[in-house]
């Protein structure tokens, strides 16, 4: 059995991009991931598909498991030999009771290690535009549990301290306490117009940040309905929000847009403009059930005329059997390449193969379209050879039209898209959150996937969610279900559906 061990690492607050590089590698080897609720739950991509998940889920003092019972799960888990990750938000050793799960791993003697995390304390004054420090305004810093100080409201000592040591206070979890905080920084000395910032899910899309003088900062809040998860900030740095604040003024601040498929640069724009990206993939890229087809059609190479690509996905695959079975690019010799899509054309140019023809529309008219007009045709397809590797269960319509138009072609499967199983419960319950303000689909699939996965309450979930699609066949996926896709691009790219999703957005401001 292996030597099992822990890992206490924080998550930073919120935007997945604060997680640390060492933090993602710990996720990316763990057997056991025991998370809170407070983390991104994005972050959880970036672990195994067959890591175990535990949901310890503490929130505004409901606790979904006790700390007790989180501490057998840990020791069970490591003396089981498995490698634990302990994901916590923001810091374990910040208010995250790291230091007693790190204590009690100790006098178990399993071995463990802590990886910081981007605290809250520093991360969301940040995104709000509030430095802690500052030459002009504070030199000095104090984070302060919101929660404990409650129960020493009767040390002077103690607020005395607080309110005439540090130029700024940070107060997590301190929401529910603040009429008495603020009461007690102002009894020992803090004068009532110091300026005061309550900011609520500080680095994500549900940011709200409220600035008032100390002595009105508890009402400001109550009138703004700001509930937990917040922290204050109480100090002279506060008066450079309106100067500084950034976050809060990008175009797309405030959407959360879910993509179906893996994560690629050609997202980057939307998170550049202040949409975060949630990425939770519904179609699974697998090798076929057999690969008969294809072999026969390999065998048959020098009878085609045109190899038609219709992804990066299927001319991965093609090659890679090509390769197995002892042949590589050399074979390909005296076939003309057709690539739909840009993004094709360009991995198949990438690896080697001149690509000679990418048409302008994608549908099965118009690909027949640009058959039909080579030089030579003639009105119909009579001599063309196509063989057009693809998918399991790809549309027939294409091909159909080449036999009926007097051309052969054969469609061997070379990969297969299948329903991710695991992880379907995690999905559920961040849609549950009403937090998904936009949903984009590539393909039919991951459309019929993500719908089947969303279970018995999935109108509730999708009722305020836009949905954008990358072109009519996914469209009419989505709309065979009930539902509407409000945007679409003329070209099916994701690119193309980036810029349509920007353009759709600035047009409801």
């Not at 003092?61 to 007790?68: A, T």
């Not at 940040?126 to 409201?153: D, N, Q, W």
């Amino acid at each position: 059995m292996k030597e099992g061990k822990v890992y206490l690492v924080g998550a930073g607050p919120g935007d997945v991009g604060l997680l640390t590089l060492k933090g993602q590698r710990c996720l990316q080897k763990a057997d056991l991931i025991v998370y809170d609720f407070h983390i991104n739950p994005q972050i959880l991509n970036y672990a195994r598909d067959d890591a175990e998940f535990v949901y310890a889920g503490k929130r505004g003092g409901h606790h979904e498991m006790s700390q007790d019972e989180i501490n057998r799960v840990l020791v069970e888990g490591a003396g089981a030999g498995k490698l634990v990750c302990r994901l916590k938000g923001g810091d374990p050793f910040v208010f995250g009771r790291g230091g007693e799960e790190a204590e009690l791993l100790s006098r178990e003697g399993i071995r463990f290690e802590v990886v910081p995390g981007v605290s809250s304390a520093v991360a969301v004054p940040a995104y709000a535009g509030i430095p802690l420090t500052h030459r002009r305004y504070a030199s000095s810093f104090a984070v302060i549990t919101g929660s404990e100080a409650a129960h020493k409201l009767e040390s002077g000592t103690y607020w005395s301290g607080l309110a005439k040591a540090c130029d700024t206070l940070v107060f997590l979890m301190g929401v529910k306490n603040m009429e008495a905080i603020t009461h007690k920084l102002m009894e020992h000395g803090l004068p009532p117009a110091t300026p005061a910032a309550l900011i609520r899910w500080g680095t994500r899309p549900e940011q709200r940040t409220v600035v008032a003088p100390l002595q009105e900062i508890a009402r400001a809040a109550k009138d703004s309905k700001i509930h937990p998860p917040a922290i204050m900030i109480v100090g002279k740095a506060v008066l450079l929000r309106d100067t500084l604040k950034w976050y809060e003024e990008k175009p797309l601040f405030g959407h959360r847009v879910l993509i179906t498929r893996e994560y690629t640069l050609d997202y980057e724009p939307l998170e550049e403009l202040g949409a975060e990206v949630f990425e939770f993939p519904t179609v699974r890229i697998m090798p076929p059930e057999s690969f008969d087809d294809a072999d026969r059609a390999i065998g048959r190479l020098h009878t085609y005329n045109w190899l038609v690509i219709t992804s990066a996905n299927a001319y991965r695959y093609f090659m890679e059997r090509l390769l197995n079975k002892g042949l590589d690019l050399r074979d390909l010799k005296g076939m003309n390449i057709c690539a739909i899509g840009s993004k094709t054309a360009q991995t198949i140019a990438s690896l080697g193969l001149r690509v000679d023809l990418v048409p302008d529309e994608f549908s099965a008219e118009g690909l027949t379209d640009v058959f039909l007009a080579r030089p030579g045709a003639g009105g119909d397809l009579t001599g063309l050879n196509i063989l057009l590797p693809r998918a399991a269960g790809g549309r027939d319509l294409f091909p159909e039209r080449v036999r009926q138009l007097g051309g052969k072609i054969d469609t061997p499967t070379v990969y297969r898209a299948v329903k991710p199983e695991k992880h379907g419960k995690r999905l559920q319950r961040f849609m549950s959150e009403g937090r998904i303000s936009l949903a984009t689909f590539t393909s039919g699939a991951a459309f019929n996937n993500f719908f089947d996965m969303l279970g018995e309450e999935r109108a509730a979930f999708l009722k305020d969610v836009t949905i954008a699609v990358i072109g009519p066949v996914t469209k009419t996926a989505v709309e065979t279900k009930g539902l509407t896709a409000t945007i679409m691009p003329s070209k099916a790219t994701i690119p193309a559906m980036v810029e349509e999703i920007i353009k759709w957005v600035s047009q409801q401001r």
